[in-house]
């Protein structure tokens, strides 16, 4: 059984699936893109399905491009923003 390797993926998929309209991994990729992190659209799905690692600065800057925190994608709290 493979272990997971991050632990926000479901949280980042809610937050982009949550936004109105919903946001898609290639639109979540283009607002990094921006900030001056490349992580593509596949690299995000695979965040998503917990089968790829997320570093710290890539945690920071998913939360700013949803629009919620970091202990939110984390798990930690029930709070968004």
Do not use: F, H, Y
Not at 20 to 48: C, D, F, H
Not at 61 to 71: D, E, F, N, S
């Amino acid at each position: 059984m493979d272990a997971k390797k991050n632990r926000i993926g479901g949280w980042l998929r809610e937050a982009r699936l949550s936004e109105r309209p919903k946001a898609t991994q290639e639109e979540v990729s283009a607002r990094l893109a921006t900030m001056g992190v490349s992580l593509s659209a596949s690299s995000i799905g695979k965040i998503e399905n917990g089968t790829r690692p997320v570093t710290d600065i890539q945690l920071c800057a998913l939360a700013k491009a949803l629009k919620v925190t970091t202990a939110w994608l984390l798990g930690e709290t029930a709070e968004k923003n």
